[in-house]
């Protein structure tokens, strides 16, 4: 016999919360968890979705297995933008193999260090002295070239060009939580999406007929699928496919990256005291070698402090569901198969319980001593249990490797009023809102070592 | 020193089995972490707590004998 699940107020008759889900997703979530406490159920359109919160019920949800809580049925408005047989097609042993591809095993991690760097130098190559630069633009064209060098091939990435960002930008516009009545509904940013997926179809397509004409011989990771065969001697998978498979990647990896790094500029600029900091680790630990090495970037300390700090204040992703194949229990509660669980990353990651003066950005929380993210189910940017993401330690690696380039070559400073930078959460997938502009100027001393 | 593997948060990334070879290994079909020895000598502790401390998903843990 379960307890009754208290409900949250308010909620359309047809829509339930999902317009507030669509604007003001942090404060829909942080007023579930005041007006309910620890479960509560809202709904999206037709779907009720019962929110945990707290280090306990959160622990339920990440140890639970995929037989009983499914992550794939829980995201509607990612099938159109990955396509069919991909990724939330697959079975759970089918994305097992997304670690043996290898490419993120602690192995890998040294070659891909040097390959950021290198292009994270070819991003800066135009730069000059001082100027102006828009941290999404910036960022988000980086970071497609980080993430498809280390996780398809070095190749790849020099047949992809910055057209390239707008298809990405078209697809990660697509998550509309409004795919909760209808995945398809005749909107333009679905419109938008679907004639991206097109597009990259396309490009992808002339990639490997070009392969193919000029006999060039690869060994990344799209060839190495390509030429998997059916018994008949057809290929496996379809260009499409294909496509849907470096979607799927390049979504894990690309706009999370690319928004963390940007509010942890931000950050570093509206503190100075930081940036200060971080910039004279930097100085020390790069004194005699100058290359951004693998084991340089294991341990700094109080740069990784600041971005894990910019991810429990601004974490990429707010929200994490699976929908209930088998009864939920937790305490004295059962959450009945065909509704979805949430945990909010956000209001978590916020939690007075957890961190003190939770609003506050101080990175020093996390020094030892304090160690504010010592809670496994607590402190959760890149959630937690067998669907952690994989990526984590690549990505603070990536984050780690860009800004040791950046914060020594040159100096940033806050282009517009420091409040005018926010996150645009009318998506699923968040981003930084447009304009977001930052000033930078070559740093003396770096200019000097250079001459 | 005794080792404790949480296998719920294992995901096989294999940082454990680079720091210290001698006492971790990743199972290749299962993408999960084996023990190779719970019960590691002292000489390998400095090994043991960098493969503790760099654990991608914090699975990880030591405790004491007595």
Known sequence: ?451 | MKIHVDIDLCQGHGVCAGEAPEVFAVDPTESRVVVLDPDPPETLRAKVEAAVKYCPTRALRITEDR
């Open chain 1, 1 to 451: 016999m379960s307890a009754a699940i208290p409900r949250l107020s308010g909620g359309l008759p047809l829509l339930g919360h999902l317009l507030e889900l669509r604007r003001r997703p942090t404060e829909l979530l942080q007023r579930t968890r005041d007006e309910c406490g620890e479960i509560g159920e809202l709904r999206l359109a037709h779907q009720p979705l019962v929110m945990l919160y707290g280090e306990a019920a959160q622990e339920a949800f990440f140890r639970a297995p995929d037989e009983q809580l499914d992550q794939a049925a829980a995201y509607p408005f990612m099938k159109p933008v990955f396509g069919a047989g991909v990724v939330f097609d697959a079975t759970p042993e089918q994305r097992k193999q997304a670690l043996r591809n290898r490419s993120l095993r602690d192995q890998a991690m040294r070659g891909h260090a040097e390959g950021i760097a290198r292009e994270t130098e070819r991003a800066l190559a135009g730069w000059g002295d001082r100027g102006q630069v828009d941290l999404l633009d910036f960022f988000a064209e980086l970071t497609i070239y980080t993430s498809s060098a280390a996780l398809i091939g070095p190749e790849f990435r020099e047949e992809l060009s910055a057209e390239l960002v707008p298809i990405f930008h078209d697809l990660e516009r697509g998550t509309d939580a409004i795919a909760y009545v209808n995945p398809n509904l005749p909107l333009p940013s679905f419109r938008k999406r679907d004639r991206a997926r097109r597009r990259l179809v396309a490009l992808l397509q002339g990639i490997f007929e070009r392969r193919e004409r000029t006999g060039r011989k690869t060994q990344d990771l799209f060839q190495i699928l390509r030429g998997i065969r059916n018994p008949d001697g057809s290929p496996r998978y379809t260009v499409d496919t294909i496509t849907g498979m470096f979607i799927s990647l390049m979504f894990a990896g690309h706009h999370t990256t690319s928004t963390t790094a940007s509010w942890a500029l931000l950050e570093l600029c509206r503190h100075p005291e930081w940036m200060k900091r971080a910039t004279e680790e930097l100085d020390a630990l790069y004194a005699d070698s100058r290359d951004v090495s693998y084991q340089a970037l294991r341990e700094i300390p109080v740069l990784e402090s600041v971005l894990k700090e910019t991810l429990r204040l601004h974490p990429p992703l707010i929200l994490l569901m699976r929908k209930v194949v088998q009864p939920f229990a937790y305490r004295d509660w059962t959450v009945a198969p065909g509704k979805m669980v949430g945990v909010s990353i956000a209001t978590s990651n916020r939690d007075p319980a957890l961190f003190r003066d939770p609003e506050r950005f101080d990175p020093s929380r996390f020094e030892p001593g304090r160690e504010e993210d010592r809670s496994t189910f607590g402190y959760i940017p890149f959630g937690a249990g067998r669907h952690r993401c994989v990526g984590a330690a690549f990505a603070m690696m990536q984050l780690k490797a860009i800004f040791s380039l950046l914060l020594r070559r040159y100096e940033f400073e806050l282009a517009q009023p420091a409040e005018s930078y926010r996150s645009d959460h009318s998506k699923m997938v968040v981003q930084l809102a447009q304009p977001c502009r930052v000033r930078y100027r070559r740093r003396a001393v770096e200019a000097a070592v250079a001459a």
